[in-house]
């Protein structure tokens, strides 16, 4: 899973409300034009924005893995049935098209993700939903950021171990339980350090974050946001 990487991209330069903004947008307008024409289109956007980040696609794909899987097979799952032809291709294909929109969609946010500091996160939607909710939904986002990585992180270290042991020899569901009981518990682990360490640190619920300023270099991300907001409406 990538994380946050300091850098001087043109990802890295934006303003972190078009960015979030630009997400949204992409989002909206990757459930709006649905045929093949609009995701070609949607497919080069989401090239271009992981240029802007110099994440490389295969590297995106890569970080993505397990979502991919699950998106891979439900297109599977949607053309089997249960009687004869046993296959229909077209809801397989209809499946496929909205797979194929979740998996641009997480490009885009690999690129966020890449170029955007947890900090800079929380400061962006503090600004875009004022109040305690916004407080609330900027420390959320910004602890998962930091969370993730670290447990999947502890996953790997757990499945390596088991390897190590020989437990490559078990079956699979064997290795499923000791995975599934050992990570839940690694993770509960965390939460409690996690805990301890923001009481020890004086856990703010309103510090000071870093400034967010737009530049002339956020002109063309906004206008771009704009025409893909209001897409659906031409």
């Keep these: 899973m990538l994380t946050y990487e300091p850098g001087t991209t043109v990802g890295h330069r934006l303003d972190a409300r078009a960015k979030l903004g ?3 947008a992409f989002a909206v307008a990757a459930f709006a034009h ?17 240029a802007t980040a110099r994440v490389s696609p295969l590297r995106a794909l890569w970080s993505i893995r397990v979502p991919l899987v699950l ?16 296959l229909d291709i077209g809801d397989g294909l209809v499946t496929a098209l909205a797979s194929y929109r979740v998996v641009l969609i997480l490009l885009v946010s690999t690129a966020y993700v890449v170029t955007t500091a947890p900090r800079e996160s929380r400061a ?16 959320g986002v ?5 969370f993730l990585p670290v447990l999947q992180s502890d996953l790997r270290r757990i499945r390596d171990a088991i ?13 499923a339980e000791l995975i599934g009981i050992l990570g839940v518990s690694r993770t509960f682990r965390r939460a409690n350090r996690l805990a301890l360490a ?8 309103n510090p000071t974050l870093p400034p967010l300023s737009a530049t002339r270099l956020d002109v063309p991300v906004v206008a771009l946001s704009s025409m893909l907001l209001l897409s659906p409406l031409l």
């Design 198 to 205: 923001m009481q020890a640190r004086c856990f703010s619920w």
């Design 22 to 24: 630009f997400q949204i």
């Design 71 to 86: 998106l891979a097979f439900a297109p599977l799952l949607a053309a089997a049935t249960l009687g004869p032809p046993w």
């Design 142 to 146: 910004s602890l998962i950021f930091r």
């Design 163 to 175: 390897a190590a042991r020989g437990g490559e020899n078990a079956s699979l569901r064997r290795r």
């Design 34 to 50: 649905t045929t093949m024409s609009g995701m070609a289109v949607l497919s080069v956007l989401a090239l271009a924005v992981l």
């Design 124 to 139: 962006a939607i503090q600004w875009a939903v004022p109040g305690r909710p916004g407080v609330v939904l900027g420390i």
